[in-house]
């Protein structure tokens, strides 16, 4: 994603309508995001006009109702944001925004709390394996 630009918030509703239920036509994201938002067909038709331009959206216009999808993955598209705010806000510190987020706002939920200290366990077991190596 280092070559796209980053999407705006507008624009990650968009994406995230396409990475959740596939390449779809304007009025088909427009039926899912419009309730939202609040926004006329065509102000979602001229955004995902103009994410095409920008290269975030690729457009297949062989049918007559041109079909949108997702240049770029979900999971790219967060840590490229994550690891820009971990830069501009936390100076490039992880631990820093971790605490931030669990220690300072408002927590995790217990399933969340799990889902951590696995991530945690299997970071420490590749850290000791790395070291091992070395």
């Known amino acids: ?5 980053a999407p705006t918030p507008s624009e990650l509703r968009i994406l995230r309508s396409l990475w959740n ?3 779809s036509t304007v009025r088909d994201v427009h ?15 001229k955004q995902m006009q103009i994410m095409h331009g920008k290269g975030l959206l690729e457009r ?3 049918q007559r109702a041109h079909i949108f999808n997702a240049v770029i ?3 790219e598209t967060q840590r490229a944001l994550l690891d820009d705010f971990m830069s501009r806000v936390y100076e490039g ?3 820093r925004l ?13 399933d969340e709390l799990a889902e951590i200290n696995s991530l945690l ?3 420490r077991k590749q850290a000791v394996e790395t070291s091992e190596e070395s």
Do not use: W
Not at 100 to 110: D, F, I, K, V
């Open 1 to 5: 994603m280092s070559l796209l630009p």
């Open 21 to 23: 239920d596939g390449p």
């Open 31 to 45: 039926e899912r995001i419009a309730s939202e938002q609040g926004l006329s067909y065509t102000t979602t038709l």
């Open 60 to 62: 297949d216009d062989s």
């Open 73 to 75: 993955g979900e999971d």
């Open 93 to 95: 510190s992880a631990s």
């Open 98 to 110: 971790v605490i931030q987020a669990l220690g300072m706002s408002h927590g995790a939920n217990p």
């Open 121 to 123: 366990r299997t970071l």
